[in-house]
């Protein structure tokens, strides 16, 4: 298993530039997850989603959006980027129960350093 | 909302000596979960504790889990240059995962 993959590794924007974070998981994992993590700083929530077609916002979710039409893929889309949104950006899949919905461990992907200049 | 605080946020340690860290959330949780991010890599899980007052142990790792379920901490005795990234704890919240901001261990040789 590749387990969960993020493209591109790196990434340069001009402001107001649009782009797609790729991520991909073959562990078929039900809940996937995006968070961005500044220099130093820990891990904020964009967006989940606990199922394909089923999305919610974490705790800095705008100027993003996602979708999941697949139990594996789950783009996370950048629209008119800006320099605070210079950040890494990891990917991460679990096997959630779907009754509770408690995630269990969760795997991440390498990462993509993104700079908006 | 739901938080959950760690502290320290840094802690500097002579290689041999030991670390310990510390996770407190504002309601109690089902589980709680462990994490390792190296320098420049991404976070790794390392364990899950789910019973109240529960204490898992990986080498010279220990975690413990509060019995109360609202707080746990992570113990690293005889600390080693590998042991250097920073160490977060996540508790779950009705389908994501709460993370603390971390405790970043730095070890001199």
């Known amino acids: 298993n590749a387990g969960v993959t993020q493209t591109p590794k790196f990434r340069i924007l001009k402001i107001g530039q649009s782009m797609t974070l790729q991520c991909a998981q073959d562990m078929n994992h039900n809940y996937m997850y995006w968070y961005r993590q500044d220099p130093g700083m820990g891990l904020k929530l964009i967006y989940y989603s606990v199922g394909a077609g089923i999305t919610d916002k974490g705790e800095v979710p705008n100027g993003y959006n996602v979708s999941r039409s697949t139990t594996e893929d789950f783009p996370l889309r950048l629209e008119l980027a800006a320099p605070s949104q210079t950040s890494v950006y990891f990917c991460?899949?679990?096997?959630?129960?779907?009754?509770?919905?408690?995630?269990?461990?969760?795997?991440f992907g390498p990462g993509t350093r993104l700079t908006v200049l | 909302g739901q938080q959950v605080m760690q502290i320290p946020q840094y802690q500097h340690v002579q290689e041999g000596e030991d670390f310990t860290t510390y996770c407190n959330s504002s309601t109690t949780l089902s589980n709680i979960q462990w994490y390792k991010q190296r320098p420049g890599g991404h976070p790794v899980f390392l364990i899950q504790l789910v019973k109240s007052g529960e204490v898992k142990k990986q080498k010279r790792l220990t975690f413990q889990f509060g019995e109360a379920k609202k707080n746990s901490s992570l113990h690293i005795t005889a600390t080693q240059t590998t042991d250097v990234g920073t160490y977060f704890c996540?508790?779950?919240?009705?389908?994501?995962?709460?993370f603390g901001q971390g405790t970043t261990l730095q070890v001199k040789p």
């Open positions: 996540a508790g779950p919240n009705t389908g994501k995962l709460i």
């Open positions: 991460a899949s679990t096997r959630g129960t779907s009754v509770t919905r408690v995630p269990n461990e969760q795997f």
